[in-house]
C-alpha cells in the first residue's frame, strides 16, 4: 500500500509519519498533488477551518481532492481534515469546504462540557467487525466536530458532554476526530486496519 500524506502546513506530521513507518506503510508527503497515484490519500490538520482551507485552495489539493473522491480515489482525513470534509464550519463562516459529506461543522457546547476538548475518550456504536470495533478509546483535541446530514455515514460516535461523530466514513472517503497517531498502539492498529478497508 502507498499512502501519500498532505502537508498543507497546518499540522505536525512527526507523529503521524512515525505511526505509518511502525505499520511498514509506504508513505511520502507532498505540498502539492503532483506525483505517482497512491492508494490512500491522508489529510491531517490541526488549527483553524478558513486557514486549512485556503492553503488547500491555493496549493491545488481542494480541487484535486474533490476531483479524486468523484473518480473513487480513497482518502482518510485526521482531526481538522475530517472536518475540511464537510460542505463549512461555523468557524470559519462562508468559506467551501471540500463538500465530500453533506453537512457542516459546529463548535461543541461549552455548557455541557470544557470546550477544547482535551483526552481520551470512548467510541460508541461501531459496528461488530468495522474498524472502529476494535478501538474502544481514543484520544481527542478539538474544539468543533461534524454535523453529519445521514447519520448512516457515522461508524461510530464520542460524547463529551454532547454527543458527536468520532468517525465518518462513506465508501473510500473517511476521517476520524480523533488522533490514531496518538492512541497508543490500538489507535496505530487502529489506523492501519482503516487504510486497508477504504484501499480495497
Request: aromatic fraction near 8%; proline fraction near 6%.
Amino acid at each position: 500500500m502507498k499512502v501519500c500524506v498532505v502537508d498543507s502546513g497546518t499540522g505536525n506530521l512527526r507523529s503521524l509519519g512515525n505511526a505509518l513507518t511502525l505499520l511498514g506503510v509506504s508513505h511520502e508527503t507532498r505540498t502539492e498533488p503532483r506525483g505517482p497515484s497512491p492508494d490512500v490519500i491522508l489529510l491531517p490538520g490541526v488549527g483553524s477551518f478558513g486557514h486549512a482551507m485556503g492553503r488547500l485552495d491555493a496549493s491545488g489539493w481542494a480541487s484535486f481532492l474533490r476531483e479524486w473522491a468523484s473518480e473513487g480515489g480513497a482518502i482518510v482525513g485526521i482531526c481538522l481534515g475530517l472536518q475540511l470534509l464537510f460542505e463549512g464550519s461555523e468557524e470559519s463562516p462562508g468559506v467551501q469546504g471540500l463538500g465530500l459529506f453533506a453537512g457542516g461543522v459546529r463548535r461543541l457546547c461549552s455548557r455541557m462540557a470544557k470546550v477544547p476538548h482535551i483526552g481520551w475518550a470512548k467510541l460508541e456504536g461501531a459496528q461488530e467487525g468495522s474498524p472502529e470495533a476494535r478501538l474502544e478509546w481514543a484520544y481527542f483535541v478539538h474544539s468543533y466536530a461534524a454535523k453529519p446530514v445521514d447519520a448512516r455515514d457515522v461508524p461510530a460516535w464520542a460524547r463529551h458532554g454532547e454527543v458527536f461523530p468520532a468517525a465518518v466514513r462513506r465508501g473510500r472517503v473517511a476521517g476520524v476526530q480523533f488522533h490514531p497517531e496518538k492512541s497508543h498502539r490500538a489507535g496505530v492498529a487502529y489506523l492501519g486496519a482503516l487504510l486497508r478497508e477504504v484501499a480495497r
